[in-house]
């Protein structure tokens, strides 16, 4: 199992960035996919989830209206646009599945949100 996340980096409060995760290794549209993020000094917390077909999502109440989670299964890679951003927002942001029983995840990608 292999994610690799991209699309991180520096943007000013109110930007926008889309997060990417191209996944391989494993029958992608059969698993749910999930991001989190993690700031620095802060536990890793879940961020969104999407069903295996796209159909289902759900965000952690703070991202909720400025996130949206999807997935294009054709391309076995699941995304995360991020509107509105906040400099809370700044995190390392991880890819995560779990596949067979056991808890995969990609290497991060920074976001950072400063003026």
């Known amino acids: 199992v292999q994610l690799v996340e991209s699309g991180g980096g520096l943007v000013q409060p109110g930007g926008s960035l889309r997060l990417s995760c191209a996944a391989s290794?494993?029958?992608?549209?059969?698993?749910?996919m999930r991001w989190y993020r993690q700031a620095p000094g802060k536990e890793r917390e879940l961020v969104a989830v999407?069903?295996?077909?796209?159909?289902?999502?759900s965000y952690a109440d703070s991202m909720k209206g400025r996130f949206t989670i999807s997935r294009d299964n054709a391309k076995n890679t699941v995304y995360l646009q991020m509107n509105s951003l906040k400099p809370e927002d700044t995190a390392a942001y991880y890819c995560?599945?779990?596949?067979?029983?056991?808890?995969?995840w990609g290497q991060g990608t920074q976001v950072t949100v400063s003026s």
């Open positions: 290794g494993f029958i992608f549209s059969n698993y749910a």
């Open positions: 999407i069903s295996t077909d796209g159909s289902t999502t």
């Open positions: 995560h599945a779990v596949v067979s029983g056991y808890h995969s």
